[in-house]
């Protein structure tokens, strides 16, 4: 059973501070990594996506992967209040796969 | 920017009734798939579907389920019998070949 675990949370920032939200992984074989942010009652939103070793940056969000410690994390910077929502870290079996999702990181940004 | 379409975005049904709830997924998209979410809990995969047949299915998604692609843009799930346990968000996803799965809205599916 492929895991994905999601253990620190809920997490509460200033405004303007950076979050940093972490996941590890079970299957070492995993490929490709993806972020969603969810709103309450609303659906998973595809946020960012990474597939290779390092860091990957798109606006105020940073994705980073290390595949030899099977763990992934996101960073935001410049946390807005707009920013709380849960983020869920999901890993796909395969390509095209079912994805396997964490319980979800709640952070929340004080304004 | 193309979305995935969900219908009803609420359906309440009693026990034992069958429900079919409806998806339109991104119209160049090949991948089609169904998750749940109970309130409180993970998102959890269902099925997936491929090429006009299913490709995976987990152990939630039993004879009570089933999906079809009645045409070139409807992807179905149909639940036969309804359990008060399948009450839950009901999120149906697709992607193109190599790409991110892009979710709808929900349907909230409540079984009274």
């Known amino acids: 059973q492929k895991e994905v675990e999601q253990n620190s949370g809920p997490l509460s920032v200033p405004e303007g501070a950076i979050a940093s939200l972490n996941c590890t992984y079970s299957?070492?074989?995993?490929?490709?990594f993806f972020w969603y942010r969810q709103y309450s009652g609303k659906s998973p939103e595809l946020i960012m996506f990474i597939y290779s070793n390092g860091d990957k940056e798109d606006g105020r969000f940073t994705a980073q992967l290390n595949k030899a410690s099977q763990y992934v994390s996101l960073l935001i910077r410049d946390s807005q209040p707009s920013d709380s929502a849960t983020y869920l870290c999901a890993v796909p079996a395969g390509a095209n796969s079912k994805l396997t999702f964490g319980k979800g990181i709640t952070l929340s940004v004080r304004p | 920017e193309p979305e995935v379409t969900q219908t009803p975005s609420h359906q309440v049904t009693q026990m034992g009734q069958e429900v079919i709830l409806r998806c339109v997924p991104i119209?160049?998209?090949?991948?089609f798939y169904w998750y749940r979410q109970i309130l409180g809990q993970k998102v959890e995969f269902l099925v997936s579907?491929?090429?006009?047949?299913?490709?995976?299915k987990s152990e939630i998604f039993d004879d009570q389920f089933s999906v079809e692609r009645p045409d070139g843009s409807n992807f179905t799930l149909k639940i036969r019998s309804t359990k008060l346990e399948d009450s839950a968000m009901y999120f149906c996803?697709?992607?193109?070949?190599?790409?991110?799965?892009?979710f709808g809205d929900g349907t909230r599916l409540s079984i009274l």
């Open positions: 996803a697709s992607s193109d070949q190599h790409q991110p799965q892009h």
């Open positions: 299957d070492r074989g995993s490929q490709s």
């Open positions: 119209s160049n998209h090949l991948y």
């Open positions: 579907f491929y090429n006009n047949e299913i490709s995976e």
